[in-house]
Structure formats: structure tokens, C-alpha cells
């Protein structure tokens, strides 16, 4: 709105100001540590890399508006400060500190005089974030079996946990390879190991379930790597053994399947390790065997961009072998394994929305080690075959709160070292 009016007390001049709805949004997104904003205009300001320093005019009257958004909703992770140059800010000297420091806030000011200075008219933080659909089916593929032959079976996963006689034909034949969701509804099976020795190809199963051929030169070839989704729509594998040594490597496939080159020093070196994703587009990598054969109680935290966090230590049993799904839409499970006096055990450890491992609970079925999880029907898991005394076909659902259930026999081939991923957002 503009015009002239006779009486008003929110600008000297006379003049309306303008409405944060009539502002002049600058096109240009703000991704620099520091930018000096003017009055009239709205930014929008994306964190994603760094905290933002934002200066407010040196010089205001009332009645000036300026509008601040979180672009990317990242305050939360990267803040922004206000330095009012000068001026005051909610009565306060520009001496105090003013940080905004929450996902999807919006925060529009007004300047009234010089005792009180700026005024946010508002600071409201944007409905919850729209969130993508969940995947409703799962899938396990791959795997070896008593007699050490290794398979390229499946077994589909229907959106209320029954699990599907073999399909055969899928890639080639190994064991010990990591899967994860992409591109939302997908997923990619990639690295294990066969009677050839370790691999790198990978193999993409369609939103209905189908995988396709083998895919090669996809990073290091090597056996017991995890794999998570992270960003919503893209996955990390990291960790494994290379076929001389244990590594801490990493590689990021996007949101189209496409596995990147090696990125090294992710943590303390280690394989057999499992990962899941959790919260809002984050993941974890935990347990597994390091160095001179011990078995690890570490975990490591990945952020919405894939970058693997240093370790966390003390996060229940030191086992590897386990397996690890979602539940409840933003939490996760880690179970099973073998621990450090080379026992099955069936201890349990739940993963809270903030990447929080909990301590063990156990009685979540029979003991076993190398087994495979997936989430399935939107918000609940399952855990599926693995190796007690000999390889078995049992599976375990998981309840969106967490709790596993009795056992299930007869669900495929029996098998270790296969892995489970979800697809398709339609039951």
C-alpha cells in the first residue's frame, strides 16, 4: 500500500510504508556469512553452509519494514544474527546479542523510534515441514546360504509385513553389501562380496520392486558396508573391508541412483557395520568390528548434506553383525549381532528423532547375527534372516513404537549377509 495520509504515527514523512506483502523481495538468494540489508525489501536467507550475520540500516524512521525468511530451513542447524548497527533492537542496545535459531522462521521488523528501535511485528516459524511420503513395501536381496553359495534371490515385502516367496535373477550373486532407499520411492543395492573376490557394482530396484542389472565402478570394491538415506531422496554406503584392510570411506549416491567417487576419514575404520536413517532427511552409521577384531560400540551421526560426524562412543553392547531399520516415521532400531565373547545376542537399541541411542533392551527374538532390516508400511520395520548356529529364514516385525516381535519362520531362502531397503509409496 502507498499513498498520503494526514495523521501517522508509524512514519515521519506521511507516507504509508509499505506492507511486508508489498515489499521489494530481492531475487537473490543470501547464502554469504554476512549481508547489509535496506529497508522496504525482504530476504531470503539460506544457511545450508554457514551462519549469517545480517546489518540492519544504520539509519531508520518509523515505520520501516524489513523482512528476514529461513530460506532452506536451516536456522536451526546454521543461525542467523542481527546486528542493528547502531540502533536498538526490542528496547535493548546494539551491545546485546540477537540470534535466530529455529528451522522455517520468518521474521518481519519494524522500525518505531529510537528508544525501542527495531520491532519484530512478527517471528513466526512455517508450519510443520511438508514431508515427503513414505515408502510401503521393503525389499531383501543377496545373501549366502548353508552350503556358502551365494544368491541374487529377492523377497518382496507387502505394506503389511508379509514377506514373498524367492525371485531369482537379480544381479550378481554376493554377500555382505549395503541397500538403502533413493529418489524417495527406490532403492540401490551396491559393493559384497562374491566367489570372485570383493565388488564394486551396484544394482537399482525399481518403485515396483523390480531390480535391474549390475552397474560397475561404483568406489572401492569391499564387503560389510552399511548404507542409509539421508536428505530425503539420496544415500551414503561408508565403511567395509577392502579385502587387505578394514576403511573408513564413504560414497554418496543421489537422488538419481548415481553412486560418487571415495570420500575418506569418516570415522574410526571398521566393517560390518549397520546404518539407518532417522529424523528428518539424517542418518547413523553404529557398531561393527574395527581393528585387530574387536567389536565396536561406536557410532557416527550424517547430516542432510551426507557429511559423516565423528564418533559417539558407548551406545549399548560392542557387537557387528547387527541389522538397523526407521520406525515411528522418525525414529530407528538397531538389533542383534555378535558381541566380544563371540555370542549371538538379541539386545535391541532404539535411536530417538535426535540421533540418541538408547540402552539396550533385550528379548527381541532369537539371537542371531547377520541379518538384514527395512522399514515397511510407512511407519513400522521388519528384521529378516541371519545366522544362529547355521543360516535360518526367520523374521521379526517391528511396531512403529519400537517393539519387536516374536518370531516369524519359512520367509525365503535361508541366508546371511542379505540386505533390506524400502520402496514404492503406494501399498
Not at 525371485?167 to 550373486?173: D, L
Request: charged residues 15%; aromatic residues 8%.
Amino acid at each position: 500500500m502507498s499513498g498520503t495520509i494526514g495523521s501517522n504515527i508509524l512514519s515521519h514523512s506521511g507516507t504509508v510504508a509499505e506492507t511486508a506483502a508489498g515489499l521489494n523481495w530481492v531475487s537473490t538468494v543470501v547464502t554469504a556469512s554476512t549481508v547489509t540489508v535496506e529497508a522496504g525489501n525482504g530476504y531470503w536467507i539460506n544457511t545450508t553452509s554457514n551462519t549469517c550475520t545480517i546489518t540492519l540500516p544504520a539509519s531508520a524512521e518509523a515505520g520501516d519494514n524489513i523482512v528476514i525468511v529461513d530460506f532452506a530451513r536451516t536456522w536451526g542447524t546454521n543461525k542467523i544474527i542481527i546486528d542493528s548497527n547502531g540502533l536498538n533492537f526490542q528496547g535493548n542496545a546494539d551491545t546485546f546479542t540477537v540470534e535466530y535459531t529455529t528451522d522455517g522462521q520468518s521474521v518481519n521488523l519494524i522500525y518505531s523510534d529510537s528508544t525501542k528501535g527495531w520491532i519484530p511485528l512478527e517471528d513466526d516459524v512455517v508450519a510443520d515441514e511438508p514431508e515427503a511420503p513414505t515408502t510401503q513395501k521393503g525389499i531383501f536381496a543377496f545373501g549366502d546360504s548353508p552350503d556358502d553359495t551365494f544368491h541374487n534371490v529377492s523377497n518382496l515385502v507387502s505394506s503389511s509385513g508379509v514377506v514373498a516367496t524367492d525371485t531369482t535373477g537379480v544381479g550378481t550373486a554376493r554377500t555382505f553389501l549395503g541397500a538403502a532407499s533413493y529418489g524417495g520411492d527406490k532403492a540401490i543395492y551396491a559393493y559384497g562380496a562374491s566367489g570372485d573376490g570383493n565388488l564394486s557394482m551396484s544394482n537399482l530396484v525399481s518403485n515396483s520392486g523390480v531390480v535391474a542389472t549390475d552397474v560397475t565402478g561404483v568406489g572401492t570394491a569391499r564387503n560389510g558396508v552399511g548404507a542409509a538415506g539421508y536428505g530425503g531422496d539420496k544415500v551414503i554406503f561408508a565403511y567395509g573391508y577392502d579385502g587387505s584392510n578394514d576403511v573408513s570411506i564413504s560414497n554418496l549416491a543421489n537422488s538419481s541412483g548415481v553412486i560418487a567417487s571415495d570420500v575418506t576419514g569418516v570415522g574410526t575404520i571398521r566393517n560390518y557395520v549397520s546404518a539407518t536413517g532417522y529424523g528428518v532427511g539424517l542418518a547413523i552409521f553404529a557398531y561393527g568390528n574395527g581393528s585387530s577384531n574387536n567389536r565396536l560400540s561406536t557410532s557416527n551421526l550424517v547430516n542432510t548434506s551426507g557429511v559423516v560426524g565423528s564418533d559417539v562412543t558407548g551406545v549399548g553392547s560392542a557387537r557387528q553383525g547387527t541389522a538397523a531399520c526407521r520406525f515411528g516415521g522418525d525414529k530407528a532400531i538397531f538389533a542383534y549381532g555378535v558381541n566380544t565373547s563371540s555370542a549371538n545376542i538379541n539386545v535391541r537399541n532404539l535411536v530417538s528423532n535426535q540421533g540418541v541411542v538408547a540402552d539396550d533392551v533385550s528379548g527381541a527374538g532369537t539371537a542371531r547375527r547377520y541379518l538384514a532390516a527395512t522399514n515397511y508400511g510407512g511407519d513400522k520395520g521388519i528384521f529378516a534372516y541371519g545366522h544362529t548356529n547355521a543360516r535360518v529364514s526367520m523374521s521379526n516385525l517391528i511396531s512403529n513404537s519400537g517393539v519387536v516381535a516374536s518370531d516369524t519362520t519359512g520367509v525365503g531362502q535361508t541366508r546371511e549377509g542379505c540386505e533390506g531397503a524400502g520402496f514404492s509409496y503406494s501399498a
